[in-house]
């Protein structure tokens, strides 16, 4: 019969995977899914697990994986599809001008302090370094540079191309809109004089390599320690403490941790609460 088609030049179809629309890992699957997760990429899903396990179902049924055991085989000899569940489960959201209080102790800190580098961990797509970029800026502080990392390449890459929806630029004055960014038909993208000293570079807070990007007098971390358990965030902040001077600051989003990690002091102002390295 197939010869027959081939003669007619009638194209076979090929034999279609049947793969479920919907997929439910049973209590053991999730809980070695979520273990392996935690030694794989050290992040610690336990108090999200219902969200995320929806949600790497639903990876897995768009990349037509049908059981938990393909799952699990297809992460282990696929770098690109084990890229892609990471890209997947770390994507957060973020935007101009998030938690503008710290933007603004910042800049009252430059006043008596020479500041050159500043890091973002985690800089997700970029939004917070050029925010404090642009905010330096208008503060009439030029020469700094602010680095960014993160674990999820593709939020690296869109980064470094720097153009953002209407939707993350909502907070951000109009004026500074016309000033900072080309707006093309869907986007608005970054003055090219901001590339020059906005880095961004994908890495893990918890590798070592983490310890060789420098010293910087201020680091932004904000909204990731949130994911983490106690363990990691220490782990995370120690690794903070280890490139940050005496008497740097240290900038955590406001859900982030609910105690003050050793050797730190906290300082409580107007605009917002920040910690001091001792
Ligand atoms: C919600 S975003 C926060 C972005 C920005 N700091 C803000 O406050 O808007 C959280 C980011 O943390 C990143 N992340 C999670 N675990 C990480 C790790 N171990 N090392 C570096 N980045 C990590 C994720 O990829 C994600 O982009």
Request: aromatic letters at 12%.
């Amino acid at each position: 019969m197939f010869s027959w088609l081939k003669k007619h030049k009638i194209p076979q179809t090929p034999l279609r995977k049947t793969v479920p629309k919907t997929l439910h890992f049973d209590d053991m699957e999730a809980k070695t899914l979520l273990e392996d997760i935690k030694q794989e990429f050290g992040l610690d899903y336990e108090k999200q697990k219902y969200t995320t396990l929806r949600k790497i179902e639903r990876f897995a049924i768009k990349n037509e994986i049908a059981t938990f055991k393909e799952l699990e085989n297809s992460i282990k000899t696929s770098k690109e599809l084990k890229k892609q569940l990471l890209n997947m489960l770390t994507v957060g959201e973020t935007y101009f001008y998030r938690e503008l209080g710290h933007l603004k102790i910042l800049a009252k800190y430059t006043q008596s302090h020479n500041i050159k580098n500043i890091l973002c961990a985690p800089s997700s797509s970029g939004e917070e370094v050029y925010s404090i970029l642009i905010y330096l800026k208008e503060a009439g502080k030029q020469e700094v540079k602010v680095t960014g990392i993160d674990l999820n390449s593709d939020v690296i890459a869109a980064a470094q191309k720097g153009c953002y929806s209407e939707r993350s630029l909502s907070l951000l004055p109009t004026e500074l809109r016309l000033k900072y960014f080309i707006k093309d038909k869907e986007h608005y993208c970054i003055d090219a004089s901001f590339k020059h000293v906005a880095n961004f570079y994908h890495q893990n807070i918890f590798d070592d390599s983490f310890l060789q990007l420098g010293d910087f007098e201020v680091i932004f971390c904000r909204n990731m320690l949130i994911y983490f358990n106690d363990a990691q965030k220490k782990k995370a902040l120690a690794n903070i403490h280890a490139i940050l001077p005496s008497g740097g600051i240290l900038f955590t989003g406001h859900a982030d941790i609910s105690f003050v990690p050793d050797g730190f002091s906290k300082e409580i102002s107007d605009c917002g609460s920040y910690l001091i390295k001792k």
